[in-house]
T-cell receptor
């Protein structure tokens, strides 16, 4: 699975959009980009995933660049409850059975 | 919303003792996993389980570890002879399909080995 690079930490004002970047320059054609988050040592929570098209769900939007070497997770209106560590994970669809490789992620702090 | 349930939330044991961590995955899910997170470190994959057998395991999952689905609802992780370095938060997860599908994680069992 391709390696990802994320900033270690970011701050965001409550109510503003949080834009979390992820670099995955060695991504392969069959690899998807997944985002999970972990709120204060709870179990990781799935947010969104995508291949090459931008994706949106009730939690967030995922913007993937045309060359697929980077992506941005957008939380449109961050709340205090969005304070968490956000993990960008790249893995093949059709690869190993659920073996997600978590990096250190980005610690997002949403401030009032 | 359905959720993965783990018990107990905290487990304290003496080094060398056997411990069993229990999980109830979401009812229609077919794939089950254990991950762990040592305090301050990354979340690490331990094992995946499908159709009553292990489908993949990491180097961490050595002979001291075993998993079982004893009935139609529970999924357990057994550590045969605990070591100090087994102290960690253990997360159970499940998914409908194994590959590419989102995993649903439980809230974890904090294992402390003294």
């Amino acid at each position: 699975d391709a390696k990802t690079t994320q900033p270690p930490s970011m701050d965001c004002a409550e109510g503003r959009a949080a834009n979390l970047p992820c670099n995955h320059s060695t991504i392969s054609g069959n690899e998807y980009v997944y985002w999970y988050r972990q709120i204060h040592s709870q179990g990781p929570q799935y947010i969104i995933h995508g291949l090459k098209n931008n994706e949106t769900n009730e939690m967030a939007s995922l913007i993937i660049t045309e060359d697929r070497k980077s992506s941005t997770l957008i939380l449109p209106h961050a709340t205090l409850r969005d304070t968490a560590v956000y993990y960008c994970i790249v893995r093949a669809y059709g690869g190993s059975q659920g073996n997600l490789i978590f990096g250190k992620g980005t610690k997002l702090s949403v401030k009032p | 919303e359905p959720e993965v349930t783990q018990t107990p939330s905290h487990q304290v044991t003496q080094m060398g003792q056997e411990v069993i961590l229990r999980c109830v995955p979401i009812s229609n899910h077919l794939y089950f996993y254990w991950y762990r997170q040592i305090l301050g470190q990354k979340v690490e994959f331990l094992v995946s389980f499908y159709n009553n057998e292990i489908s993949e395991k990491s180097e961490i999952f050595d002979d001291q570890f075993s998993v079982e689905r004893p009935d139609g609802s529970n999924f357990t992780l057994k550590i045969r002879s605990t070591k100090l370095e087994d102290s960690a938060m253990y997360f159970c997860a499940s998914s409908v399909e194994g590959v590419g599908e989102k995993l649903f994680f439980g809230s974890g069992t904090q294992l402390s080995v003294l």
